[in-house]
C-alpha cells in the first residue's frame, strides 16, 4: 500500500474552518479529521502534517496533539516516536472485527425499525446515483458509508451513532485496499436501493436478510483482498 505524505490534502481542509465554531477544541477538529478520513481525503499510512493542518484549521499546535491524541485512541491514527503521526494502516483481523460490529448493529437496526425516518437513507442513495451518473467513484464510497450510517440511525441512540462514527471511518480506510472503487462499490448501489424498498414496504426482516448478504459478500472481497497484497504493498 502506498505511503504519501499528508500536505496536499490537508490544504482542503481550509474550507472545514467554520466547522470548528468561535471556540475551537480537539474534539472539533478530531470530528473534522474524522470525516475527512471517512470521505476518503487521506491515504492510510499518510503522515500528517502538525503544520499543514494546523495553519489550514487555524488551531493551535497543542490542540492538534489533543485531536491527534483522541483519534489514535480511536485506531485511526498511530504515532511513531521520532517519525510522527500516521493514518493507521488497518490488518485482516480489523476487517473481520469491524463487520463483526456492523453485523450486530446495523442488522438489529434493520429489523427492530418501527415506521422508521427513511429521508437519510433515500438522501444517501440519491447521492450515489448522482456519483454515479458522475463516475465519482469515491463519492460514490462515501454515499454508501453514509446509507450506513443512516441505517444504524434507526436505532435512535446516539451512541449508537457515535461508535458508528469511528466505524465508519476505520471502514473508509479498509476500502482503500480496493484497486478499482468502481467495481467495487457500483454494484453494492443497486443493493441500496433493495433495502430502502424493501423498509418502505415495512419488509424488514426481508431488508435484514438482504442486509446481511450484502455484508458478508463486502466482507469477503475485503477480505480476498487483504489476503493477496504482497508484503511491500
Same mark, same amino acid.
Given at each position: 500500500m502506498?505511503?504519501?505524505?499528508?500536505?496536499?490534502s490537508?490544504?482542503g481542509? &481550509?474550507?472545514?474552518? $467554520? !466547522? @470548528?465554531?468561535?471556540?475551537?477544541?480537539?474534539? #472539533?477538529?478530531?470530528d473534522?479529521?474524522?470525516?475527512?478520513?471517512?470521505e476518503?481525503?487521506?491515504?492510510?499510512?499518510?503522515?500528517?502534517?502538525?503544520?499543514d493542518?494546523g495553519?489550514a484549521?487555524?488551531?493551535?499546535?497543542?490542540?492538534?496533539?489533543?485531536?491527534?491524541?483522541?483519534?489514535t485512541?480511536?485506531?485511526?491514527?498511530?504515532?511513531?516516536?521520532?517519525?510522527g503521526?500516521?493514518?493507521?494502516?488497518?490488518?485482516?483481523?480489523?476487517?473481520?472485527?469491524?463487520?463483526?460490529?456492523?453485523?450486530?448493529?446495523?442488522?438489529?437496526?434493520?429489523?427492530?425499525?418501527?415506521?422508521?425516518?427513511?429521508?437519510?437513507?433515500?438522501s &444517501?442513495?440519491?447521492? $450515489? !446515483? @448522482?456519483?454515479?451518473?458522475?463516475?465519482?467513484? #469515491?463519492?460514490?464510497?462515501?454515499?454508501?458509508?453514509h446509507?450506513?450510517?443512516?441505517?444504524?440511525?434507526?436505532?435512535?441512540s446516539?451512541?449508537?451513532?457515535?461508535?458508528?462514527?469511528?466505524?465508519?471511518?476505520?471502514?473508509?480506510?479498509?476500502f482503500h485496499?480496493?484497486?478499482?472503487p468502481?467495481e467495487?462499490?457500483?454494484?453494492?448501489?443497486?443493493?441500496?436501493?433493495?433495502?430502502?424498498q424493501l423498509l418502505?414496504?415495512g419488509?424488514?426482516?426481508r431488508?435484514?436478510?438482504a442486509?446481511a448478504?450484502?455484508?458478508?459478500?463486502?466482507?469477503?472481497?475485503?477480505?480476498?483482498?487483504?489476503?493477496?497484497?504482497?508484503?511491500?504493498?
Amino acid at each position: 500500500m502506498v505511503i504519501a505524505d499528508s500536505s496536499g490534502s490537508s490544504m482542503g481542509l &481550509a474550507a472545514d474552518r $467554520g !466547522l @470548528l465554531g468561535r471556540t475551537s477544541t480537539a474534539e #472539533r477538529v478530531a470530528d473534522v479529521l474524522r470525516t475527512r478520513i471517512s470521505e476518503g481525503y487521506f491515504l492510510p499510512g499518510a503522515r500528517l502534517s502538525e503544520h499543514d493542518i494546523g495553519a489550514a484549521l487555524g488551531v493551535s499546535r497543542n490542540t492538534l496533539r489533543e485531536a491527534f491524541r483522541l483519534l489514535t485512541h480511536e485506531r485511526l491514527l498511530s504515532h511513531e516516536l521520532n517519525r510522527g503521526v500516521f493514518v493507521r494502516m488497518l490488518s485482516l483481523d480489523d476487517v473481520v472485527d469491524l463487520y463483526r460490529v456492523r453485523k450486530v448493529i446495523e442488522c438489529a437496526a434493520v429489523r427492530n425499525a418501527v415506521n422508521p425516518d427513511l429521508s437519510r437513507l433515500e438522501s &444517501a442513495v440519491g447521492d $450515489g !446515483l @448522482l456519483a454515479e451518473r458522475r463516475e465519482g467513484w #469515491r463519492d460514490l464510497g462515501t454515499a454508501n458509508i453514509h446509507f450506513h450510517q443512516a441505517l444504524a440511525s434507526l436505532t435512535a441512540s446516539p451512541r449508537i451513532d457515535e461508535l458508528m462514527q469511528g466505524i465508519f471511518a476505520e471502514l473508509r480506510l479498509v476500502f482503500h485496499v480496493m484497486t478499482d472503487p468502481r467495481e467495487f462499490h457500483q454494484p453494492y448501489l443497486l443493493r441500496n436501493e433493495e433495502i430502502l424498498q424493501l423498509l418502505r414496504e415495512g419488509e424488514n426482516r426481508r431488508a435484514e436478510a438482504a442486509l446481511a448478504r450484502y455484508l458478508n459478500d463486502a466482507e469477503h472481497q475485503l477480505v480476498k483482498a487483504y489476503s493477496s497484497r504482497t508484503p511491500t504493498d
